[in-house]
């Protein structure tokens, strides 16, 4: 934990990725309560100097909390459209959050064709730099509403791996509904171990039990796995904690939570 401490310490430019769980509260809708005290665990790093970029997750959850009649609805179009209307709500909630501590955010709504677009890039690049710089929070989610298959990142745990290199970042935060990784699942495993230390992903790869997607969310402990294979050749670290666990971000950083490093490659 000690160990978390220093690499939060050392690191000014962090990205943090919310999950979809961690925004829902147990009945699905948002959780306002969370986003209002994690926004005030950020100010508190913005005054020592950390510069923050926030992709969170959510906008199906914050569509379900405006529409909940379509919380059944599986359609592709359905699905799209509670995107479209929950990600006005998501952001809004997160102005009001992070407003209560006098901070303003910046949205972005990114696809994969976004990064594979070297002007697209460079403007994503510049207008981060230029929020950050200007002590705006920029909060990124995946453009769901109009993203099909072919140009859809399909997580935001890869997102905000794309993101962390594209900004050059110092270290990327998944916040999860988990406290790291483990030899197997700890809800159904008690025996399961948690990894305090990744410096092989292959090997880990091989020494763990892989499970599915969770209930909101798209990703799992393999799209975790998958942002760290992107991220540490970059020589980014990565740090995969619990995001529903109290007062997380503040925890971390003062070395009195746990989670999973992945360490930079040298």
Same mark, same amino acid.
């Given at each position: 934990?000690? *160990?978390?401490?220093?690499?939060?310490?050392?690191?000014?430019?962090? /990205?943090?990725?919310?999950?979809?769980?961690?925004?829902?509260?147990?009945?699905? !809708?948002?959780?306002? *309560?969370?986003?209002?005290?994690?926004?005030?665990?950020? &100010?508190?790093?913005? *005054?020592?100097?950390?510069?923050?970029?926030?992709?969170?997750?959510?906008?199906? /959850?914050?569509? /379900?909390? =405006?529409?909940?009649?379509?919380?059944?609805? &599986?359609?592709?179009?359905?699905?799209?459209?509670?995107?479209?209307?929950?990600?006005?709500?998501?952001?809004?909630?997160?102005?009001?959050?992070?407003?209560?501590?006098?901070?303003?955010?910046?949205?972005?709504?990114?696809?994969?064709?976004?990064?594979?677009?070297?002007?697209?890039?460079?403007? #994503?690049?510049?207008?981060?730099?230029?929020?950050?710089?200007?002590?705006?929070?920029?909060?990124?989610?995946?453009?769901?509403?109009?993203?099909?298959?072919?140009?859809?990142?399909?997580?935001?745990?890869?997102?905000?791996?794309?993101?962390?290199?594209?900004?050059? @970042?110092?270290?990327?935060?998944?916040?999860?509904? #988990?406290?790291? /990784?483990? =030899?197997?699942?700890?809800? =159904?495993?008690?025996? @399961?171990?948690? #990894?305090?230390?990744? +410096?092989?992903? @292959?090997?880990?790869? &091989?020494?763990?039990?892989?499970?599915?997607?969770?209930?909101?969310?798209?990703?799992?402990? +393999?799209?975790?796995?998958?942002?760290?294979?992107?991220?540490?050749?970059?020589?980014?670290?990565?740090?995969?904690?619990?995001?529903?666990?109290?007062?997380?971000?503040?925890?971390?950083? !003062?070395?009195?939570?746990?989670?999973?490093?992945?360490?930079?490659? *040298?």
């Amino acid at each position: 934990m000690e *160990e978390i401490a220093k690499l939060i310490k050392n690191s000014r430019k962090i /990205v943090i990725k919310i999950g979809s769980n961690t925004l829902a509260k147990a009945d699905g !809708t948002q959780n306002i *309560e969370f986003m209002e005290n994690f926004a005030r665990q950020c &100010k508190a790093l913005i *005054e020592q100097g950390k510069q923050l970029i926030l992709v969170s997750s959510g906008a199906q /959850v914050s569509g /379900v909390s =405006t529409v909940k009649e379509w919380a059944r609805k &599986k359609d592709v179009h359905f699905r799209q459209a509670l995107c479209s209307i929950g990600q006005v709500e998501l952001m809004a909630q997160w102005r009001k959050a992070f407003g209560k501590q006098d901070l303003h955010i910046g949205q972005l709504l990114l696809t994969k064709d976004d990064f594979g677009n070297d002007l697209r890039s460079l403007n #994503i690049r510049n207008t981060l730099f230029t929020l950050v710089d200007e002590g705006v929070v920029p909060i990124i989610n995946e453009n769901d509403s109009v993203a099909i298959e072919e140009f859809s990142i399909g997580d935001n745990d890869n997102l905000s791996a794309l993101t962390s290199i594209l900004w050059s @970042a110092d270290l990327l935060i998944l916040f999860s509904d #988990i406290d790291g /990784v483990y =030899t197997d699942n700890p809800k =159904t495993n008690p025996n @399961a171990k948690l #990894i305090e230390n990744v +410096e092989n992903i @292959a090997d880990l790869r &091989k020494n763990i039990t892989i499970g599915a997607t969770n209930a909101f969310g798209t990703g799992g402990i +393999e799209t975790k796995i998958q942002a760290a294979e992107k991220v540490t050749p970059y020589g980014i670290p990565l740090l995969l904690a619990n995001g529903s666990a109290e007062n997380i971000l503040e925890n971390l950083a !003062t070395g009195n939570a746990k989670g999973t490093i992945f360490l930079a490659n *040298e």
